[in-house]
């Protein structure tokens, strides 16, 4: 019987915070109705994060580990693991749990209403940060999000394409996904516009969100990122996300 849930986590030298994430997300479920699955993806850490996660397997049996074998970005990671998963539902969430794991009702209740993917905002009225970014990452934000909205049009409207929590329906996930090209930051809104593209409804939701001093984003990742989003536009433009 295929699992109701699979939960991707992308890990990247995650050694200090990766067994009290996987914990977390086993109580946060385990304790539902639900069936679910944990799909830890190591991103080639050069730390003891595959290790940890291969000793937690002997302890949660319903914890699969992958590995890409070398560094190749969160955006092919969250791929590996979504391509992998079996789950009627996937929802990918960053090791960090910026968004706490309750905030998950919010984004299923908008699947229940027919959306296909459901995605967590910190730029909405309703949504509330209980630890800020500095200034500058905000700042950038918006501008990054303008960006977005000129460069791809399919995008308009959606305020914030990069919080790390999403939720999909488990089959349009596994049609959006092998269409992704970028594989490291960008991944987020090219994603997005690929559902767009082919029709699939998508909902912008309010959620909790705390800032976290261990981000792994890093200032010259933002010029990076803004190259992939004009990659989105040619790839676009050559046909590349057609089925």
Partial sequence: MEPDLSVIIPAYNEEPSIQHCIEEVAGEFGGSEWTFEIIAVD?????????????????????????NGRNRGKGYTVRHGVVESKGNYVLFTDVDLSTPLSEYRKLKARLDEGYEIAFGSRALAESRLN????????????????????????????????????????????????????????????????????????????????????????????????????????????????N
């Fill in 131 to 242: 630890i800020r970014q500095p200034w500058y990452r905000v700042w950038l934000g918006r501008l990054a999000n303008k960006a977005i909205q000129a460069v791809v049009p399919a995008l308009k409207g959606i305020r914030d394409t990069q919080c790390g929590f999403k939720l999909f329906n488990g089959d349009v996930a596994r049609k959006v996904f092998p269409l992704q090209r970028n594989e490291r930051w960008g991944f987020d809104f090219e994603i997005l516009h690929i559902a767009r593209k082919h029709g699939y409804k998508v909902a912008e939701v309010p959620v909790q969100w705390s800032h976290s001093g261990d981000s792994r984003i890093r200032m010259s990742d933002y010029p990076k990122t803004l190259m992939e989003l004009f990659k989105v536009r040619i790839n676009e433009s050559k046909g590349r996300y057609e």
């Fill in 43 to 67: 991103d080639g850490s050069t730390d003891k994060t595959l290790n940890t996660l291969r000793t937690l397997t002997q302890s949660l049996p319903n914890l699969r580990v992958l590995t």
